[in-house]
C-alpha cells in the first residue's frame, strides 16, 4: 500500500479548494489556484497557532484582544 507523500496531499487540497465558491466565482479571480495555496495557507498556519494568530482576527478574536477597547 502506497502512502500519498505531503506534496500529493497538499497539492489534492489547493486542487479541491481552486474550485471557486460561489461569492468567488462572482468576484472572479485570475489565478484560482494561487488563492487557494494562499488560502489554505493561511487556514495551515492559524490551526497551528490559534492564539499568535488569534488577535490578528476580526472573525477569531474579541475586541479587547485586538486592542480595541
Avoid at 30 to 57: C, Y
Amino acid at each position: 500500500m502506497t502512502h500519498p507523500t505531503d506534496e500529493s496531499r497538499d497539492d489534492h487540497r489547493v486542487e479541491g479548494r481552486s474550485d471557486l465558491l460561489p461569492e468567488e466565482e462572482s468576484a472572479g479571480s485570475d489565478d484560482p489556484h494561487a488563492q487557494a495555496e494562499q488560502i489554505l495557507a493561511e487556514s495551515d498556519e492559524r490551526t497551528e497557532d490559534p492564539e499568535g494568530t488569534g488577535a490578528d482576527s476580526t472573525q477569531t478574536s474579541s475586541s479587547e484582544e485586538r486592542g480595541e477597547a
